[in-house]
């Protein structure tokens, strides 16, 4: 057991304070009281250090160091704090909630996918734009109200099994043709129907029918 005791190498770590001079890729070098020395960013460790930052470091018997946390960072309202992760990330929130708040402005960006999957989902905002290339949507029920709704596009297509329109006033110009394909039109006017236009064409295969009061003609 003696001979076992000895041949065992007896490790030690070291915590100390040190500042961050220089980084490459992920390893940082760090100035400590007894000299300079190459750490890594421990796992645990999110804030990404930066040069001057005052850290806690580990270091070890067989010369492996670790940064555990950034203590103190000059100018820290001036300088951006980067929540660093390497690999899959997951945040998994059991029995509460979670909420992102800025002062400013708040930026999700992605190279791929981006989802999101709720029950329901609320948006609240003064002004809004969007940009989309191609634009999906798959829905049972679709309600919209607003004031005002101006659209501009070069082509329009609806195909609809049933489509009903309720508005008080309806102004429509068009440029050139304006053709309707129906198996069967009908104009139910309350007051006055006026038709006008430099030539009118009605052409029927069988039966012309006129019926009113009165009829003129000239």
């Given amino acids: 057991m003696d001979n076992l005791a000895r041949n065992l190498d007896i490790s030690?770590?070291?915590?100390?304070?040190?500042?961050?001079?220089?980084?490459?890729?992920?390893?940082?070098?760090?100035?400590?009281?007894?000299?300079?020395?190459?750490?890594?960013?421990?796992?645990?460790?999110?804030?990404?250090?930066?040069?001057?930052?005052?850290?806690?470091?580990?270091?070890?018997?067989?010369?492996?160091?670790?940064?555990?946390?950034?203590?103190?960072?000059?100018?820290?309202?001036?300088?951006?704090?980067?929540?660093?992760?390497?690999?899959?990330?997951?945040?998994?929130?059991?029995?509460?909630?979670?909420?992102?708040?800025?002062?400013?402005?708040?930026?999700?960006?992605?190279?791929?996918?981006?989802?999101?999957?709720?029950?329901?989902?609320?948006v609240h905002a003064n002004k809004g734009e969007a940009s989309i290339e191609k634009f999906s949507f798959i829905g049972n029920f679709f309600h919209t109200q607003v004031k005002r709704f101006k659209m501009v596009a070069i082509s329009v297509e609806n195909i609809c099994r049933r489509f009903t329109q309720r508005v008080k006033d309806s102004f429509r110009f068009v440029e050139d043709l304006d053709e309707v394909q129906t198996g069967s039109a009908r104009y139910l006017v309350k007051d006055t129907l006026t038709m006008q236009s430099k030539d009118a064409v009605h052409m029927a295969e069988e039966i012309v029918t006129i019926n009113a009061e009165q009829i003129h003609l000239g």
């Fill in 12 to 122: 030690y770590v070291a915590m100390e304070y040190g500042k961050v001079v220089s980084l490459k890729e992920e390893a940082y070098l760090v100035r400590t009281d007894f000299g300079e020395v190459v750490s890594e960013k421990a796992v645990s460790c999110l804030v990404q250090p930066q040069e001057g930052d005052v850290v806690l470091l580990t270091v070890g018997s067989k010369g492996e160091s670790f940064i555990l946390s950034v203590l103190k960072r000059k100018n820290e309202k001036k300088q951006k704090t980067e929540i660093a992760f390497k690999g899959n990330v997951s945040f998994n929130i059991k029995d509460g909630e979670f909420s992102l708040a800025a002062d400013k402005n708040i930026s999700l960006a992605t190279n791929e996918n981006m989802m999101l999957a709720s029950d329901k989902i609320s």
